[in-house]
């Protein structure tokens, strides 16, 4: 018998969704539950062009058939997923679980759109009706909802059509004795030639990196000897001088206790694991008003949220942060403190006991 049941995507997605559903896994595991991940396998991963599985509504609805009676005999069944629709398993399982979700349907949908090619916009616009009531379905049957920040609960909550007040909040962790900061007098001097920093999925429409690299050319011509680091996969095209396609690497934790600032352009996040490891590393932030992101940065005070999403606001920030070296030091320490006592694994695992021990209530 599954002690923990947990529905999830395909964990080989990687990015924020596996960070968050990891987190929920050692989570349990340091609590001494044996928890299980079940998803639907991706056709992406394994190579396959022509399978029913490339449409995503019937993957979602082919991989619930065969994962719901896997957990009927679990003792507790959990879904830890970015969006809802990787949880219908659960909602067809008839058996009562928990949900911690990262955004919806439509915030991402909505974030990634402009990027998509005709075919993806098409193939959005077929699988939108069934998902949305997968969504609304997963989110609406389960016993205990929590989001991963209040940017998301509010629209998680009218995806579901559940009162925001039923929802909990369940922050993710960061390692802070592996995310931490440089001494301060060597991240000083490094501001001689500062090194800004993105880390993400470069190529993905949400990520806006196009902002970024549209505000850079003016960023440099003010600091000639700025560099822009780009860790992940990288954006299609030329890139403007002073940048640097650096792809994945084996760890982000050098790059970020290494950079002068971190900034991440999104359109939309739901909660911006990246943001709060860059903010533990010490290093502030600047972001857009994209949501977690934006609340991370608003309530620790380690960094600057953009007005808007314009490249000549992006510069201007990018050149004034670099400018000030008391405010960049308060804000390293304001975002680091701010991520060691909201955001530590300690605190996690006391509010996913508490979140565990109310769904054996409901």
């Given at each position: 018998?599954?002690?923990?049941?947990?529905?999830?995507?395909?964990?080989?997605?990687?990015?924020?969704?596996?960070?968050?559903?990891?987190?929920?896994?050692?989570?349990?595991?340091?609590?001494?539950?044996?928890?299980?991940?079940?998803?639907?396998?991706?056709?992406?991963?394994?190579?396959?062009?022509?399978?029913?599985?490339?449409?995503?509504?019937?993957?979602?609805?082919?991989?619930?058939?065969?994962?719901?009676?896997?957990?009927?005999?679990?003792?507790?069944?959990?879904?830890?997923?970015?969006?809802?629709?990787?949880?219908?398993?659960?909602?067809?399982?008839?058996?009562?679980?928990?949900?911690?979700?990262?955004?919806?349907?439509?915030?991402?949908?909505?974030?990634?759109?402009?990027g998509l090619d005709p075919v993806r916009r098409f193939a959005?616009?077929?699988?939108?009706?069934?998902?949305?009531?997968?969504?609304?379905?997963?989110?609406?049957?389960?016993?205990?909802?929590?989001?991963?920040?209040?940017?998301?609960?509010?629209?998680?909550?009218?995806?579901?059509?559940?009162?925001?007040?039923?929802?909990?909040?369940?922050?993710?962790?960061?390692?802070?004795?592996?995310?931490?900061?440089?001494?301060?007098?060597?991240?000083?001097?490094?501001?001689?030639?500062?090194?800004?920093?993105?880390?993400?999925?470069?190529?993905?429409?949400?990520?806006?990196?196009?902002?970024?690299?549209?505000?850079?050319?003016?960023?440099?011509?003010?600091?000639?000897?700025?560099?822009?680091?780009?860790?992940?996969?990288?954006?299609?095209?030329?890139?403007?001088?002073?940048?640097?396609?650096?792809?994945?690497?084996?760890?982000?934790?050098?790059?970020?206790?290494?950079?002068?600032?971190?900034?991440?352009?999104?359109?939309?996040e739901g909660f911006g694991i990246v943001v709060a490891e860059?903010?533990?590393?010490?290093?502030?932030?600047?972001?857009?008003?994209?949501g977690g992101p934006e609340e991370l940065v608003r309530e620790?005070?380690?960094?600057?949220?953009?007005?808007?999403?314009?490249?000549?606001?992006?510069?201007?920030?990018?050149?004034?942060?670099?400018?000030?070296?008391?405010?960049?030091?308060?804000?390293?320490?304001?975002?680091?403190?701010?991520?060691?006592?909201?955001?530590?694994?300690?605190?996690?695992?006391?509010?996913?006991?508490?979140?565990?021990?109310?769904?054996?209530?409901?």
């Open positions: 018998m599954t002690d923990l049941a947990v529905v999830g995507p395909d964990p080989r997605f990687g990015g924020g969704g596996s960070a968050q559903v990891e987190a929920f896994l050692a989570g349990a595991r340091e609590l001494g539950r044996s928890p299980e991940l079940l998803s639907a396998a991706h056709p992406t991963f394994d190579g396959t062009r022509l399978t029913v599985d490339r449409v995503e509504a019937l993957r979602q609805l082919r991989g619930a058939r065969r994962l719901a009676p896997r957990l009927k005999g679990a003792t507790s069944v959990w879904v830890a997923s970015p969006i809802a629709t990787h949880g219908l398993a659960a909602a067809r399982s008839g058996r009562r679980y928990g949900c911690w979700l990262g955004t919806t349907l439509d915030e991402e949908w909505a974030a990634r759109a402009p959005q616009r077929v699988n939108a009706p069934f998902l949305r009531t997968v969504e609304r379905r997963v989110i609406r049957e389960a016993a205990r909802v929590y989001a991963t920040s209040a940017a998301s609960r509010t629209a998680i909550a009218a995806a579901g059509g559940r009162g925001e007040a039923e929802l909990g909040i369940l922050p993710i962790p960061v390692d802070t004795e592996l995310f931490h900061p440089e001494p301060e007098e060597r991240w000083l001097a490094r501001l001689e030639r500062p090194t800004v920093v993105f880390v993400g999925r470069a190529d993905d429409p949400r990520k806006n990196v196009t902002l970024l690299l549209a505000a850079w050319p003016d960023v440099r011509a003010r600091i000639p000897d700025a560099q822009l680091r780009l860790i992940g996969r990288p954006p299609g095209g030329a890139l403007p001088a002073g940048v640097v396609a650096a792809g994945e690497v084996a760890s982000v934790v050098p790059e970020l206790r290494e950079a002068s600032l971190f900034v991440l352009p999104s359109s939309q860059a903010l533990a590393s010490g290093v502030p932030v600047v972001v857009t008003p994209c620790s005070g380690g960094g600057t949220v953009l007005a808007d999403f314009e490249p000549e606001t992006l510069a201007d920030t990018l050149v004034g942060a670099l400018g000030d070296r008391r405010r960049l030091s308060e804000q390293r320490a304001h975002g680091r403190s701010y991520i060691e006592i909201h955001h530590s694994p300690a605190r996690f695992r006391m509010e996913l006991a508490a979140a565990f021990a109310e769904l054996d209530r409901a």
